[in-house]
């Protein structure tokens, strides 16, 4: 099983990003996916997740606002649009999901998600 992150690129503040996230090798029914980022030197930082159905969804106080998260289970497929961006958005994306409905506390644990992609590369700057 794996998940396969795309659309990190280099943006200037205040543009947009769509980032995409691909699962495959395994059934993802009833997973919560999420978004981290994480800054060299930094613990990974969570960003925003949803459950299944879309029925829950859960955001960092950064990313509330400007950030979307959805997903389409027909595709395995799982997206972040990134709105209004700024310098400190700037980092490495990974997708992850997990077998679990997730919480407002377990939403935001990284020890709750049990399959991580490999990132992507997210720079804002002019």
């Known amino acids: 099983a794996q998940l396969v992150e795309s659309g990190g690129d280099l943006v200037q503040p205040g543009g947009s990003l769509r980032l995409s996230c691909v699962a495959s090798?395994?059934?993802?029914?009833?997973?919560?996916m999420a978004w981290f980022r994480q800054v060299p030197g930094k613990e990974r930082e969570f960003v925003a997740a949803l459950s299944w159905g879309g029925a829950a969804t859960y955001y960092s106080n950064s990313a509330r606002g400007r950030f979307t998260i959805s997903r389409d289970n027909a595709k395995n497929s799982a997206f972040l649009q990134m709105d209004s961006l700024q310098s400190d958005d700037t980092a490495v994306y990974y997708c992850?999901?997990?077998?679990?409905?997730?919480?407002?506390?377990?939403?935001?644990?990284?020890?709750?998600?049990?399959?991580w992609g490999k990132g992507t590369a997210v720079t804002v700057s002019s």
């Open positions: 090798g395994r059934t993802f029914r009833s997973h919560a």
């Open positions: 992850a999901a997990g077998p679990f409905w997730p919480g407002p506390d377990t939403a935001r644990d990284p020890h709750q998600y049990d399959l």
